[in-house]
C-alpha cells in the first residue's frame, strides 16, 4: 500500500492520524509514526495495511446493505420518503454507550452516514443527544432499535 493510498484511506474512514494510530495500528504506534507511514519515510507494516483494507471492506459492505435496504423500503412504499432518518454519533462515548460496540466502528460509521447522505436526497441526520434519548428511553432497557425509534421522533 503506498503512503497516499493509505491517506485517502484514512481519510475516507473518517479517522484522524491519532485515531488511526490508536484503532488501526495499536498498542504501540504513535500519531507521528502514522504520519511517518503517509509521508513514506517509514515503511507501512503489512499487517497495518491488511487491517485497512478490512475496515474500508466492512464498511463498503454496510454502505451498500444499508443503502439497498433503504432502495428496497422505498420501492415498497412506491416512492421515496419526505426523510430518512438515520443517527450520528459525533463523540466516541456516545456511539460506544451500548455494549459490544467497538470504537474503531465509530469513525466508519460516521463514514457510511456521510455516504448515505451523498446518495439519498432525503437523508436526515440525527445527532445523538444522551441526555435527551435518556429522558425518552424513561428507564426501559437501551437497545439500538429504540435509539433508531428515538430518532425518528426528532
Known amino acids: ?45 503489512e499487517a497495518v495495511a491488511q487491517r485497512m483494507r478490512e475496515l474500508v471492506e466492512w464498511r463498503s459492505t454496510a454502505l451498500a446493505a444499508t443503502a439497498d435496504n433503504i432502495r428496497g423500503q ?8 419526505e426523510a430518512i432518518i438515520i443517527l450520528w454519533y459525533e463523540r466516541e462515548e456516545d456511539w460506544a454507550s451500548l455494549p459490544h460496540r467497538e470504537p474503531v466502528m465509530w ?35 437501551d437497545a439500538e432499535p429504540l435509539r433508531a425509534e428515538w430518532a425518528s421522533t426528532r
Open 1 to 45: 500500500m503506498t503512503p497516499t493510498t493509505l491517506q485517502a484511506l484514512r481519510r475516507l474512514l473518517f479517522f484522524s492520524h491519532g485515531e488511526a494510530a490508536r484503532w488501526v495500528a495499536a498498542p504501540a504506534v504513535t500519531e507521528r509514526q502514522w504520519q511517518a507511514w503517509e509521508d513514506g519515510s517509514e515503511p507501512l507494516p
Open 74 to 81: 422505498i420501492r415498497e412504499k412506491g416512492g421515496v420518503p
Open 107 to 141: 469513525r466508519i460509521q460516521q463514514s457510511v452516514c456521510a455516504g448515505l447522505l451523498g446518495m439519498f436526497h432525503t437523508i436526515v441526520p440525527v445527532p445523538f443527544d444522551a441526555a435527551a434519548y435518556s429522558r425518552w428511553l424513561d428507564g426501559r432497557e
